[in-house]
């Protein structure tokens, strides 16, 4: 199985900042790599697809990169609605994997 | 305006059997691959299970396999899984989502295994 690990678990910032959360695969996925945005007690909203598509409807300070087993999630300008859990998820092959999810958090 | 509604959660004891539905509107239904992801309370996203779009090809995580099974009606499109022999770990909220790579996701159902 293919073990997605993200980093970092939780993190706090502030409206206007610019903020990376990584993902590493262990095992070369392609860029079959998707993003998600979860807030408490709603279903998961889909961001990117293919490591760097972002989702129609997606705000463009939302952007995703890499390829094989290296990705990063970047939020540029945070918004107050962007605070959230964020979900890494690789499709490249059964059985399909998430990453443990990111809090980000207001500071 | 793609829609997915799940439906079928609910209180169960350990052991039992449960069938959730996900019904799809908006989209061509038939042509989608489908699938299921859980997400235990205060836990991450867990994939469950997913189905090819005529139905043919069937995938599980292994936490489920045998216990669980995916199908699908595309006359009527709607989704379904079908939980037996439930544990207490498989309490969870279960979501149908479109696509591998869900770009829509429903709901959401929560299921309890509990005595």
């Known amino acids: 199985d293919i073990q997605m690990t993200q980093s970092p678990s939780s993190m706090s910032a502030s409206v206007g900042d610019r903020v990376t959360i990584t993902c590493r695969a262990s095992q070369d996925i392609n860029t079959y790599l998707a993003w998600f945005q979860q807030k408490p007690g709603k279903a998961p909203k889909s961001l990117i697809s293919?490591?760097?598509s972002l989702r129609s409807g997606v705000p463009s300070r939302f952007s995703g990169s890499g390829s094989g087993t290296d990705f990063t999630l970047t939020i540029r300008s945070l918004q107050p609605e962007d605070f959230a859990t964020y979900y890494c998820?690789?499709?490249?092959?059964?059985?399909?994997?998430f990453g443990g999810g990111t809090k980000l958090e207001i500071k | 305006e793609v829609q997915l509604l799940d439906s079928g959660g609910g209180l169960v004891q350990p052991g039992e059997s449960l069938r959730l539905s996900c019904a799809a509107s908006g989209f061509t239904f038939s042509s989608s691959v489908m699938t299921w992801v859980r997400q235990a309370p205060g836990k991450g996203l867990e994939w469950v299970s997913s189905?090819?779009?005529?139905?043919?090809?069937?995938y599980y995580a292994a936490s489920v396999k045998g216990r669980f099974t995916i199908s699908r009606d595309n006359s009527k499109n709607t989704l379904y899984l079908q939980l037996n022999s439930l544990r207490a770990e498989d309490t969870a909220i279960y979501y149908c989502a479109k696509r591998i790579d869900p770009d829509y996701w429903g709901q959401g159902v929560l299921v309890t295994v509990s005595s």
């Open positions: 998820q690789q499709y490249d092959s059964y059985p399909l994997t």
């Open positions: 293919e490591s760097s």
């Open positions: 189905i090819s779009s005529g139905g043919g090809s069937a």
